[in-house]
């Protein structure tokens, strides 16, 4: 089997993480009350590490809300539209427990989770995640392999882990490619796949 050749998904990717700055205008154009400043946005590029990565992230924040903003994603699910969600953003300060009221709506309804988790904090973390999200995959999770009772844990219940390298790179999770836990991931026999962002 040529893995070049066989058909590939990415189930990593951010609404906003794709917004650039020739988009943002577009939009922009098309509604002036869109909320985002464009001048500044523009002038948070290029992301190179955690520092510029959280600059960039202010400018798009206006965009971002409360889930209890996003229930209208249950009737887009039930029309076949939407498969699953995905709770992401600093995860310093932000644990998931707040949000497992309405995490809980998801996963009762059958949608997918998917929650950063493992990036910029330690393993505990994902064991937030694990506890109050419904989690059926892990995004970045490189904090995963400092516990090995969590390896251990994902091992068992083959919890998926979407690994972002270019991206950990990019925000400074790690400080060179080589040091990216993918390799090792595949020692271990995880259940992963590798992702661009």
């Known amino acids: 089997m040529d893995w070049k050749t066989l058909p590939k998904v990415e189930l990593h990717c951010h609404l906003d993480g794709i ?23 523009e002038r948070a590029y290029p992301i190179t590490d955690y520092e510029s990565f959280f600059r ?12 209890a903003h996003f229930y209208p994603i249950l009737a887009l699910y039930e029309a076949g539209l939407v498969v699953g969600v995905a709770l992401a953003g600093p ?24 929650i950063h988790a493992g990036e910029w904090c330690g393993p505990e973390s994902i064991w937030d995640a694990l506890e109050h999200g419904y989690p059926h995959r892990i995004g970045h999770g490189v904090s995963l392999f400092q516990d090995p009772k969590l390896i251990g844990l994902f091992q068992e219940r083959q919890i998926h882990l979407e690994l972002c390298p270019t991206s950990n790179l990019k925000t ?5 490619i080589e040091e ?6 595949r020692e271990l026999g995880l259940n992963f ?5």
């Open 19 to 41: 917004l650039d700055p020739t988009m943002a205008w577009e939009i922009y154009r098309n509604d002036p009350g869109f909320p985002i400043r464009l001048i500044e946005f």
């Open 56 to 67: 960039w992230w202010k400018f798009i924040e206006p965009i971002e809300g409360e889930l």
């Open 91 to 114: 995860e310093r300060g932000n644990p998931v427990k707040p949000f497992h009221k309405t995490i809980t709506r998801f996963h009762e309804a059958g949608l997918g989770i998917e």
């Open 172 to 176: 400074g999770s790690i400080a060179q």
């Open 180 to 185: 990216h836990p993918i390799g090792r991931a």
């Open 193 to 197: 796949s590798p992702m661009t962002m």
